[in-house]
T-cell receptor, first 113, second 109 residues
Framework: DAGVTQTPRHEVAEKGQTIILKCEPV?????LFWYRQTKIQGLELLSY????????DGGAFKDRFKAEMLNSSFSTLKIQPTEPKDSAVYLC???????????FGPGTRLTVL | GQQVQQSPASLVLQEGENAELQCNFS?????MQWFYQRPGGSLVSLFY???GTKHSGRLTSTTVIKERRSSLHISSSQTTDSGTYLC???????????FGKGTHLHVLP
């Protein structure tokens, strides 16, 4: 079985650009999480989908970050417009049966110049 | 204040020594998970352990909900155990997942 896949693995953007990160959860998993990881803040939850319904939209991240679950096997995270402080690793995770037992993808390293 | 605290923040061991990593939490718990992360790598699940004790090879995880703590014990450490260990608490009443800041472990040969 394939694990969680994320594309691209690396992204470089200019300030003000729009970027879209993609995630495919483990087949059959019905919950999906997006996180941001930085050295200073650690791991922060950006959004949580339960069976495609958005349950957590990340509070302070809401204004420029938008996650969508287009179908049960594909999710996107849009950052618009990007700022240099958005430089981080973005991680996607999925779980089965609302258990919160999470399986993580390899992440996308975003650099905003 | 911080809802999930990990200790110690960093730890240096000589190969063969044991380690006890702690995760203390101040919010309600529905699930607890321990992860391992190499520099530049993703998170690898070690244990999903909402309560009780679980074993896997040289690793043991114990979660005691009443005492609001979870621990990860590494026995007979090896240089390949070096990396960051993270605990994650899910507060399912609030649909939130909170990660600790991690314990950075370095095992010397």
């Amino acid at each position: 079985d394939a694990g969680v896949t994320q594309t691209p693995r690396h992204e470089v953007a200019e300030k003000g650009q729009t970027i879209i990160l993609k995630c495919e959860p483990v087949s059959g998993h019905n919950d999906l999480f997006w996180y941001r990881q930085t050295k200073i803040q650690g791991l922060e939850l950006l959004s949580y989908f339960r069976s495609k319904s958005l349950m957590e939209d990340g509070g302070a991240f809401k204004d420029r970050f938008k996650a969508e679950m287009l179908n049960s096997s594909f999710s996107t995270l849009k950052i618009q417009p990007t700022e240099p402080k958005d430089s981080a690793v973005y991680l996607c995770a999925s779980s089965f049966g609302h258990s919160y037992e999470q399986y993580f993808g390899p992440g996308t390293r975003l650099t905003v110049l | 204040g911080q809802q999930v605290q990990q200790s110690p923040a960093s730890l240096v061991l000589q190969e063969g020594e044991n380690a006890e990593l702690q995760c203390n939490f101040s919010t309600s718990l529905n699930s607890m998970q321990w992860f391992y992360q190499r520099p530049g790598g993703s998170l690898v699940s070690l244990f999903y352990n909402p309560s009780g004790t679980k074993h896997s090879g040289r690793l043991t995880s114990t979660t005691v909900i009443k005492e609001r703590r979870s621990s990860l014990h590494i026995s007979s450490s090896q240089t390949t155990d070096s990396g960051t260990y993270l605990c994650a608490l899910a507060d399912t009443n609030a649909y939130k997942v909170i990660f600790g800041k991690g314990t950075h472990l370095h095992v010397l040969p």
